[in-house]
Structures are given as C-alpha cells and as structure tokens.
C-alpha cells in the first residue's frame, strides 16, 4: 500500500492551495484518512481527517474555518483544500490512513490521532510567503 501526498508548493498568505492524497490500494475508501503536518522545529499535529464515508470530519482548531477535507471513493483520493493560508501553516503535510478499515465509532470526531494512523504517504511541502 503506497500513499502519495501531492499539491505543496508555494503560495502567498491569503491565498490557496489544494492537497490530495491518492492511493495504489482500491480499499482506500474503506478507511479513516488524515492530513498531518510538521513544521521546522515542531512536533507533527493533527491538522484534518475524515471518515470513509465523508459524513465525518475533524478540524484542529488552527485550521477551522480555513481548510476543507473532503474524499473522492471513486478517485481513491482525499482532499485538503487550504484557503486564507498563514505563515503558520506553512509545513510538510502527510496523508495516512487508518490501521482498520472504519467501523464507525468517534475516532474521527476525537481527532484521528495518528497512532491509529499504519500508513503514511511521504509529505508534500507548503511553503507560504508573507
């Protein structure tokens, strides 16, 4: 299973960028994925995830309002679309998915933390001028 992150790039502040997470696994749409990110000098934090369905999402509060994850099942793909950007979201995104399919349960509106994360895809580079 391979997940491949893609979209970084530089963009001013205030402006936009869209991530996608796509993977080599049709099953993709069976599982909880998640977009986490790493600044220089930072600890990786949860930025966003979603259920295998869509129907739920999790925003850390740096990011909500700003960001919109969503999934295309039928691209094996999810989505993280970065509006109003600010030099503090400047940072590697990675996209992983959970370790179990999803059953339901809270573990999306708990936050996704990424111990329940198996796979990660390599990051992708945000970088935002000011």
């Known amino acids: 299973v391979q997940l491949q992150a893609s979209g970084g790039g530089f963009v001013q502040a205030g402006g936009s960028l869209m991530l996608s997470c796509t993977a080599s696994?049709?099953?993709?749409?069976?599982?909880?994925v998640g977009w986490y990110r790493q600044a220089p000098g930072k600890e990786r934090e949860g930025v966003s995830c979603?259920?295998?369905?869509?129907?739920?999402?999790y925003y850390a509060d740096s990011v909500k309002g700003r960001f919109t994850i969503s999934r295309d099942n039928t691209k094996n793909a999810v989505y993280l679309h970065m509006a109003s950007v600010t030099p503090e979201d400047e940072a590697v995104y990675f996209c992983?998915?959970?370790?179990?399919?999803?059953?339901?349960?809270?573990?999306?509106?708990?936050?996704?933390?990424?111990?329940?994360?198996?796979?990660w895809g390599e990051g992708t580079l945000v970088t935002v001028s000011s």
């Open positions: 696994e049709s099953t993709f749409n069976y599982y909880i």
């Open positions: 979603i259920s295998a369905s869509g129907n739920d999402t």
């Open positions: 992983a998915r959970s370790w179990w399919p999803d059953l339901g349960g809270d573990y999306v509106l708990r936050g996704c933390a990424s111990s329940g994360m198996g796979v």
